[in-house]
């Protein structure tokens, strides 16, 4: 099973921001808390807010020329502005390091002033809406990439790479080609007319208008009519091996390098079924023109969800010997799920980016839970909660949505994608399968087209259920950490005792959990289930059991994000390995085995290696 995300921090940028945060504790700037956790905040953090917004841009058209020589675009853009405060006198747009040419309101010469990073142009006007059009040269360090032809170290023979050239705008990048209001919360309609070298194909967001020869390029002209964030534009460009399919009327269509066309099917085929799956699932039609996935060299993440055009990187494709071994299918589903969670809704700012990668991570384990079925689905989440914990463990703990951050990619980590799909499968354990997928539906036809914050999920969803959610939201999403449960039990005249402490949770109650723990009992007579409403830092239930249980199953749906410390029987958790219906109390069984040293242990577990009918617990 092979996880990939859309973006983290690179191991470089992560080894060094945890040095510093190592160095930063050991000379006391940084201090644990009372469990011990390591804080995410570093010195020089600051609360990051919404910048003003005077102006809204509702359109943008460039049209770019591809310079390989050095590796520049000539640019050419037109924006449409619509006034907001009446009372403003500057558009200020977001433009790294350009050679400007001429910049131009309403076809007028603009008084402007740019500092490399920031075009700052007077609108002495009081109209409504201005034309804004910036002619320019760039060449950028981010945002746009082109990959030059150059020996591969990894292969003897002197085959190259080909030329190609991507875009990647998340975070804030695209501000490195293209001017823009370069914010998650902006949204806009595009038209990208890329004139790249003959024999070159060019793939951008929407609808292809027109394509043909011009001059010594070839010219092709997409459309975004839907408004979309400005770090969704895409460009990508090169020679590719092409195939097309469809979901209904929905064109489907894939671009890999040349020679790997017959990989596609294996790596990419199931695409459209993925769709419709989600169809179904969030009760919504998937919201854009087409959908394309585009192979490029040397990506720089395993994939972005640009509107309407996924880029992947190349190891997606799958040769039939690495298809033995790997599966691209939560790649390809994290991708795809954006396109309803991030790009349909987008978060309003950062600090609220868990609804776009915590729900299309948790759409990975959708199409795990259709395609392989339950126990698959929870194994998935099992290795998301030790990705997570992991994290929390051995670099820090923080709320899933902060505002207290350097940069936007530093929250771009395992609480926001991990932690964030874990508290949505607990959401939907919370609220029952009809409730949660009915109130996801209503979210994204409320959210439509906008900019959501975490307040608009939590309102959207009791608006469409009637429960109320206030209490889940703050205790999983506004918190930080998790329970720590440790599980004992005992078996006296007719009475089951359970036994639940939480030992995360200071004797004054703080970092305390309140929530419910599914517990199933199976005995000679039959099986009951039994639900525990866990309040307090420890407390024991009483549970009438004629006969002495022969297994006790803790949360054996994943309901409770956290970790269990089971400390039940021997005998009670062998038998558990041994028996337990489904695959998730038969692991959690053998993980508890592992850690004691006794014969009856080690013999559970050598027989279960062998045996089990799962191969998770296996």
Known sequence: MSHHCCRHLSLFEQLERDADRDALESAGAIERGAD??????????????????????????????????????????????????????????????????????????????????????????????????????????RGLYFVTATKPLTRPDPSALPTEVWSQGQDEDNRCWLPLADHPGERMSTEIIARVPRGWFALSNGTLESHG?????????????????????????????????????????????????????????????????FEQRLGTKFPWDKYAQVVVHDFIFGGMENTSATTLYDRALLDERAAIDVDMASLVAHELAHQWFGDLVTCRDWSHAWL????????????????????????????????????????????????VWSKPIDIFDRHLYQKGGLVLHSLRRHLGDDAFFRGLSHYLA??????????DLHRALEDATGRSLEAFFDQ????????????????ADGILKVTV???????????????????????????????LEVTRARETFAIKSAKA?????????????????????????SEQLASAPTAQPRWRAARALAKRNEPKAQKALTTALTKDAFWGVR
């Not at 409320?446 to 307040?455: I, L």
């Not at 402490?501 to 200071?506: D, L, R, V």
């Open 446 to 455: 409320t959210m439509r087209g906008k900019s959501a914050e975490t307040r």
């Open 213 to 277: 020869p011009d001059g010594e390029h070839e010219r092709f002209h997409w459309r975004q009519s839907t408004p979309h964030a400005p770090y969704l534009i895409t460009l990508a460009c090169g020679r590719f091996d092409s195939s097309h399919a469809k979901h209904g009327e929905l064109p489907v269509d894939y671009y890999v390098p040349v020679g790997r066309g017959g990989d596609i099917a294996r790596s990419l085929g199931d695409t459209p079924k993925m769709i419709a799956l």
């Open 476 to 491: 999983w999403i506004t918190r930080a950490g998790h329970p720590a449960l440790e599980i004992s039990s005992d078996h």
């Open 36 to 141: 011990g956790s390591r804080g995410f905040q570093m010195p020089g953090d600051a609360p990051r807010w919404s910048r003003p917004r005077p102006f809204a841009v509702e359109a943008l058209r460039a049209e770019v020329t591809l310079d390989l020589a050095t590796r520049s675009v000539e640019g050419d853009a037109t924006l449409r502005v619509r006034r907001i405060d009446t009372a403003a006198r500057e558009l200020a747009l977001d433009a790294i390091d350009f050679e400007l040419h001429e910049v131009l309101l309403d076809d007028e010469a603009a008084t402007h002033r740019y500092d490399g990073r920031v075009l700052t142009i007077e609108v002495a006007s009081e109209a409504r809406e201005h034309s804004v059009r910036v002619r320019y040269r760039a060449t950028p360090r």
């Open 501 to 531: 402490a939480q030992t995360q949770a200071q004797r004054d109650g703080s970092g305390l959990f309140v929530f419910a723990l599914p517990l199933r009992v199976i005995t000679d007579e039959g099986t009951d289930e039994i639900t």
């Open 549 to 573: 249980p022969k297994m006790v199953l803790v949360d054996p749906g994943s309901h409770v994000l956290g970790t269990v410390d089971n400390r039940l029987s021997t005998a009670l958790l």
């Open 356 to 403: 776009n990668e915590g729900f299309a991570t948790y759409c990975e384990h959708l199409w795990r839970e259709h395609a392989d079925g339950e126990d698959d689905y929870l194994l998935g989440l099992e290795h998301d909660q030790d990705v997570y914990l992991d994290e929390d463990r051995d670099r820090y703990r923080r709320p899933i949505v902060t505002n």
